[in-house]
């Protein structure tokens, strides 16, 4: 079965430090999709990043950066110098053959001015 | 270009009545999925539609029904409300329906509050 855990509820640092959201996942799949997505307070998901299992390659855009790791089945998103403008509740999210996601409970990201 | 759009942003419903939420994909996405998302949880999958054709259902009541147009658009149809109900329910879209690979841009959400 599919699962995602980010065990992470809330995280508050102050701005400019560097800070990791974790994930975790599970699947019987060889072949799977790790997906980021940002919630802003808006509501409206944002896609931040796709990975498939095949790629281990780890990818840095700007101040995000993702770490991904089969051994440990962890996909784990680091923002550096933060801002505040990054405060917002990221999802980590899973999906295998077909198109369903299956979410994380989400980490609540705050950066303090 | 304009992104996937949801129409109405805010619905408040009593119990036992109807619902119908609306979505528009991206232009030239095929694919429309819907979930459901509780306060303080991850979005839940409730349907996948592609071609007009059903590709997928989540773990939903028969009350939870969806549909989608030749023009790609989507309705998704709650009957019976109960107070459960109340959500923020978020409209996805796809390019094709190539199975995980395919990135879903989610829109605004429709938010649900059952009295």
């Known amino acids: 079965a599919q699962k995602v855990t980010q065990a992470q509820t809330e995280i508050s640092v102050v701005e400019k430090e560097d800070v990791t959201l974790d994930c975790v996942y599970e699947t019987r799949d060889t072949t799977y999709y790790l997906f980021w997505y940002k919630q802003p307070p808006s509501g409206e998901l944002v896609f931040l990043i796709r990975?498939?299992?095949?790629?281990?390659q780890n990818e840095i855009s700007g101040r995000y950066s993702w770490n991904f790791q089969k051994s440990t089945s962890s996909f784990n998103f680091t923002i550096t110098a933060s801002q505040v403008v990054d405060s917002a509740v990221y999802f980590c999210a899973l999906s295998e053959w077909s198109q369903k996601l299956v979410f994380g409970q989400g980490t609540r990201l705050t950066i303090n001015p | 270009d304009a992104g996937v759009t949801q129409s109405p942003t805010h619905l408040i419903k009593t119990r036992g009545q109807h619902v119908t939420l609306r979505c528009s994909p991206i232009s030239g996405h095929k694919s429309v999925s819907w979930y459901q998302q509780v306060l303080g949880q991850g979005p839940q999958f409730i349907f996948q539609y592609y071609e007009k054709e059903e590709r997928g259902r989540g773990n939903f009541p028969d009350r939870f029904s969806a549909r989608q147009f030749p023009n790609y658009s989507s309705e998704l149809n709650v009957n019976a409300l109960l107070l459960g109900d109340s959500a923020l329910y978020l409209c996805?879209?796809?390019?094709?329906?190539?199975?995980?690979?395919?990135?879903?841009?989610f829109g605004p959400g429709t938010r649900l509050l059952v009295l």
């Open positions: 990975r498939n299992s095949f790629d281990e």
């Open positions: 996805a879209s796809s390019l094709l329906a190539t199975g995980g690979a395919e990135t879903q841009y």
